[in-house]
């Protein structure tokens, strides 16, 4: 994604106001100094400041910046008082689903708010006696006299709080049935859609729209479509984050990934005047392409001026030598395995124990046949993604194993009993203890040392790091640490790669992806050793465009066959992962499609049409590489 600053001024397809910062982390920044000015000028005013809150994960970067702000800078929060946008229903406080535990554990309880002044929806309430309660949960606001700053998240349906597709402009605080999309967005929360609660307590349109300003903040490719169509679509009840074009003083803020889709950042010619780099004027050429229906090559002059692309032409005359252009760039990514590197160090961080193979099973084959010396590095254990009934089973296996073996069943048969006994006692969704998490972490180990062999790579080719951050035993995580950037940065000086290859895709709905990366990026700018090319792959969550991509590496009809029979080595992620996101295909599904589909792409074009592609952005010292270093310089093919 281009650096913001660069789109182009005209903006007239956005009817709210829009600012796309460079990263998750200054957005977080952004949008809490905008709140602890807020409340700095009413606390010298000897004024409450009101702020109306929102969950999830998208807020937590705020909460945490607000907390730091408290603890370093001395930000009084004693004059701040607080309405809560949403609570499922039914929901005891206490449960790790409520956001009431949410807000305490990841806010309130951090800063210096008083406990009376912190308002939020309440879940226990006799479902007789909800009308009123919604009724004087309004009354609360309007004592209060109105919210001064509303936070928003937004859901892929384009719901703010839980007003889902139907909700009046009118409507204020009641209870709501959840639409499908939110429900099975919230499933890997829950363990399971089927624990899920149908209901919950939201405030209204209305009761959003009478804040004073309004921030709604999204990142992550995912919410690209949902953004566009709430900043650019008409007002409708169907997306109800679209009436924010109404109110005077909203702004929506954004992450590159989040922004991809508006008309500014994904095809801004459509606009007026814009600067044709090298990237823009590749993915302009791409879509016109796809547009018109015809290779790059037989694109014509008038094909360009027909599509507001004639600035495009403006510096050759013509369409040829722009086409040529365009044309060499792309096949000049291509590298089959003659032309990957070989007989190098090479370092692959995953931040679960099956992101390397759903994303780079392909290259991994190749990198192995090419004599490179490889190590896998699995940055988290994965435990959380693993089911019970999985752990049923192995321990099962390990009772049967036993007798098989002629060992000493009994102390193994008492602790098998004490697990089984810990399972069943356990809530959906609570906290495993810590014998299950290990059994849980041994499972998704064990499962990436078969799959590292079926790529050819033996078992003492993988790291299980196993990063602090991650070991919370719950869906939501700490933050990167120090810790977690050590350990990292003991692994790079002690293996002294020359090439690292980490996951690039943000949008792993829980962020543990994110997260990875940001440890590696402090760790290598920590490190004192030579600065190793990156290579950054997606696979999972989003593949990288054509455009974007520096290296595309094809893959032949069998070479997929067996990337899949790696990802089929996860057995707990298979059939059902218990954290699908938004798609909810299986991975293997996912990577078939995605991998097919870019080399589909290519075809299109006019390239060579290969079986399948595998796409990778290639950095050297933060820069991407045109052409990363490779081993020889001839194009290689579909092995």
Known sequence: MEDPSAVPANRSRERVSVLILENH??????????????????NAQERNTVLGLATGSTPLGVYRELIRMHREEGLDFSRVVTFNLDEYYPMDPESPHSYARYMWENFFQEVNIREENAHLPDGTVPREELEAYCAGYEEAIRRAGGIDFQLLGIGRSGHIGFNEPGSPRASRTRLVFLDSITRAD?????????????EAITMGVASILDAREVALLATGEHKARVIRRAVEGEIHSDVAATYLQEHPDAGVYLDPPAAGELTRVATPWLLGDVEWTSRR??????????????????????????NHLSSLMARDGSAGPVNGRV???????????????SERRILVFSPHPDDDVISMGGILRKLVENDNLMTVAYQTSGNIAVFDHDVRRYLDFLERGESVLGGDTGDVKEKVEGV?????????????????QALKRVIRETEAVSALESVGLGGGCARFLNLPFYQTGKVRKDPVSEADVEIVRSTLEELGPEIVFAAGDLSDPHGTHRMCLEAIRRALEAWDGPAPELWLYRGAWQEWSVAEATVLVPLSEEELRKKILAIFKHQSQKDKAPFPGPDEREFWQRTEDRNRGTADLLARLGLPAYYAMEAYVVEKEGRRVVNPTVATSSLGSGG
């Open 420 to 436: 089984r006994k810990a399972l069943a006692r356990k809530a959906p969704g609570e906290v495993d203890t810590p014998e299950v």
């Open 25 to 42: 982390e200054l957005l977080a920044r952004t949008v809490a100094n905008r709140m602890a000015t807020l409340i700095r000028e009413r």
């Open 281 to 306: 004027e590749t993915e302009a050429v791409i879509w016109l392409s796809e547009r018109v229906g015809r290779s790059i090559l037989r694109l014509s002059t008038r094909d360009y001026r027909d």
């Open 327 to 341: 044309f060499n760039g792309l096949i000049s990514k291509i590298r089959g395995k003659s032309k990957l590197p």
């Open 186 to 198: 919230a499933a890997s929360d829950f363990f399971g859609e089927e624990n899920v609660p149908l």
